[in-house]
């Protein structure tokens, strides 16, 4: 065997298994402890998206003021925003003060690849049926 063929094959293999690599992201959501229903709605679905994707979400709750002396409240949004995005995550780390911060990270029930994998199927479900719906031609007897 050639031994630059050897090394060309061993670069191939490296260069499809990074091709294939899914690396998890965190992605952060960040709320403050007086938000609105509308808002709150949208960081939710934001990280739900996030979520079933594959990636890591860190919900962060930013205290200023007198906030800071109300930590549990905290507690409680975050609770409740863990509780609305289970469907696609469980928590990873329950909520903890970093300095006027309050953290809590949701790690998704899918790997990146796997989400990744269904995103590339529907995908290709999605073009199969126009293809479907383009009549042929039908030719005339004369």
């Not at 960081?43 to 709750?61: H, N, S, Y």
């Not at 998704?108 to 269904?118: L, R, S, V």
Request: net charge positive; glycine share 6%.
């Amino acid at each position: 065997m050639d031994y630059g063929k050897f090394k060309y094959e061993e670069a191939q293999k490296a260069k499809e298994a990074r091709r294939n690599q899914t690396n998890t992201i965190l992605k952060e959501v960040r709320f403050r402890l007086k938000i609105d229903t509308h808002d709150y709605e949208t960081k939710r679905r934001r990280a739900e998206g996030f979520l079933a994707g594959g990636d890591k979400v860190k919900a962060m709750i930013l205290f200023r003021g007198r906030e800071q002396s109300r930590p549990d409240q905290g507690v409680r949004l975050l609770q409740k925003f863990a509780e609305d995005v289970s469907e696609f995550g469980a928590i990873e780390s329950t909520p903890m003060i970093d300095g006027r911060n309050m953290v809590m990270i949701i790690g998704p029930h899918k790997t990146k690849a796997t989400a990744k994998a269904e995103a590339e199927a529907r995908k290709i479900a999605n073009k199969q049926p126009r293809e479907a719906e383009v009549p042929e031609k039908e030719e005339k007897d004369a």
